[in-house]
């Protein structure tokens, strides 16, 4: 008899908080079949009221160590925390290691800390394709507080923003020069930019870097703040939390309602992006041929051709 | 296609620190297309059912090199208690023969020893994988 047999629904015992049902439900959801979308359909009307708090930066940054001891401290206060780590798939196998729990071992037997390790599965943007839905999943089983952790993110994985009420976003010191704080990208979708390492010695000076960026984009930036933490030996985690807490109050009045309208574009431009991939992919290798080889005589433009194409893809029938 | 990549649990209970074959089963099994849950060594037996729980696996390797496959029979009755027998359990590593049959009846599925080719580990662990991954993602009513 597993644990899932019994004559509540998978969905009926997710809502009251049941642990097993929530697993499996993720399991469902990332295999995005007929199923997974009556699921999805169903959860998203009870999502709404959990915090999420992303954290970015580069591979090795510190992301998981530091939401290990983030971690620490909300459970100190009692706050139950469901934690999303994705990690990347070999783009070779289509396998992965999900080794972020690594550095979250202390939780590891603690029923107040749920921890998902998700594989991104070829998405791009830092995160997995299903992360909304499970995000739905994880919210309306009753989780108040929601940690996303993105893959080692470089300068373009900005989804996170499209789901996280806060973003906190992650330096390991002496890995550019001021060049590199001042170009576009992940520094400047922060809520919270946090040195961490800041034990190592070019620790100060990411740290003015960052400052005199912040400085030089005016206005708009002055309400980021920059935290130095030592997550290894959990220093620096009072300034970092509370400039999380600062950040969330300006969002603790948005109903349940509201909150699934914010992230709803972001969900559906998701669902549309696999739905048109995948019509894509089932065409006939022969009607793509046809016009790669009316390219290839000249006959009609690049333009054309992708024009073509996206106009057979959106005729192919689920 | 049901549920497409197996996703494994590799982990170390016990007092044994030598975790190379670990990683390197681990390496074998995520070039066989499977997700892989690592963790590091000396994990007991309540953690090890609380990550195979959370994480909705179909399998649980156990990598044992110091004896440490003489309380596999343990976690086989935790697993049974979070009702997560479904779950199929290998172990790897040095394991006399002699001590085959108890861990069998216990219910571990496979056993791979010093011999052991990575054809044999990733056949053996697809096979059990897709077995329970099947069997789990369509039993009971999901809405």
């Given at each position: 008899m597993s644990a899932l047999n019994s004559t509540a629904t998978l969905f009926e015992r997710l809502l009251i908080g049941d642990v097993v049902a929530l697993a499996r439900a993720i399991s469902i959801l990332e295999t995005r079949d007929d199923r997974s979308d009556a699921l999805a359909n169903r959860l998203h009307g009870h999502a709404g009221k959990a915090r999420v708090i992303g954290f970015t930066g580069p591979p090795g940054s510190g992301k998981s160590t530091?939401?290990?001891?983030?971690?620490?401290?909300?459970?100190?206060?009692?706050?139950?925390?469901?934690?999303?780590?994705?990690?990347?798939?070999?783009?070779?196998?289509?396998?992965?290691?999900?080794?972020?729990?690594?550095?979250?071992?202390?939780?590891?037997?603690?029923?107040?800390?749920?921890?998902?390790?998700?594989?991104?599965?070829?998405?791009?943007?830092?995160?997995?394709?299903?992360?909304?839905?499970?995000?739905?999943?994880?919210?309306?089983?009753?989780?108040?507080?929601?940690?996303?952790?993105?893959?080692?993110?470089?300068?373009?994985?900005?989804?996170?923003?499209?789901?996280?009420?806060?973003?906190?976003?992650?330096?390991?010191?002496?890995?550019?020069?001021?060049?590199?704080?001042?170009?576009?990208?992940?520094?400047?979708?922060?809520?919270?930019l946090v040195v961490n390492k800041s034990d190592l010695p070019l620790a100060d000076q990411t740290t003015y870097q960052l400052q005199a960026m912040l400085e030089l984009r005016g206005s708009r930036f002055q309400s980021v703040s920059i935290v130095k933490t030592t997550a290894i030996e959990h220093k620096g985690l009072e300034e970092l939390d509370q400039a999380i807490t600062d950040k969330l109050t300006t969002t603790a009045n948005i109903s349940p309602e509201q909150r699934r309208f914010q992230r709803l574009p972001a969900l559906l431009r998701r669902r549309v992006d696999a739905m048109f991939r995948a019509r894509l992919d089932s065409l006939a290798p022969d009607k793509v041929n046809t016009i790669c080889n009316d390219v290839r005589s000249g006959k009609i433009s690049i333009d054309s051709a992708a024009a073509n194409l996206a106009d057979l893809a959106f005729k192919v029938k689920n | 296609m049901i549920g497409q990549q197996i996703r494994v649990l590799v982990t170390k209970i016990g007092f044994d620190g030598h975790d190379r074959g670990s990683r390197v089963v681990a390496a074998y099994l995520r070039d066989a297309s499977m997700e892989v849950i690592y963790t590091p060594p000396w994990q007991k037996i309540e953690e090890v059912v609380a990550l195979a729980l959370q994480e909705d696996v179909d399998v649980i390797g156990i990598s044992s090199l110091a004896s440490d496959h003489l309380i596999v029979p343990d976690l086989m009755d935790a697993l049974e208690d979070a009702g997560l027998e479904h779950i199929g359990v290998v172990v790897g590593g040095i394991v006399?023969?002699?001590?085959?049959?108890?861990?069998?009846?216990?219910?571990?599925?496979?056993?791979?020893?010093?011999?052991?080719?990575?054809?044999?580990?990733?056949?053996?662990?697809?096979?059990?994988?897709?077995?329970?991954?099947?069997?789990?993602?369509?039993?009971?009513?999901?809405?």
């Open positions: 530091l939401i290990n001891a983030y971690v620490a401290r909300l459970r100190a206060a009692g706050e139950r925390v469901a934690i999303l780590a994705v990690d990347p798939s070999s783009p070779l196998s289509g396998g992965s290691i999900l080794g972020d729990r690594t550095r979250m071992g202390e939780h590891n037997a603690d029923t107040g800390v749920f921890i998902r390790s998700i594989a991104a599965r070829g998405y791009p943007g830092g995160l997995a394709l299903s992360i909304p839905v499970i995000l739905d999943a994880v919210d309306a089983a009753g989780w108040p507080t929601v940690i996303l952790e993105t893959v080692g993110a470089g300068q373009s994985e900005n989804e996170i923003v499209e789901f996280a009420d806060v973003k906190v976003v992650l330096n390991a010191p002496g890995l550019g020069d001021d060049i590199q704080a001042i170009k576009a990208g992940i520094l400047e979708i922060a809520d919270v | 006399p023969d002699k001590e085959h049959t108890s861990l069998k009846n216990a219910g571990v599925a496979r056993i791979f020893g010093p011999g052991a080719s990575r054809e044999d580990i990733v056949n053996g662990v697809t096979e059990l994988g897709t077995r329970v991954r099947t069997a789990k993602l369509s039993e009971g009513d999901f809405i």
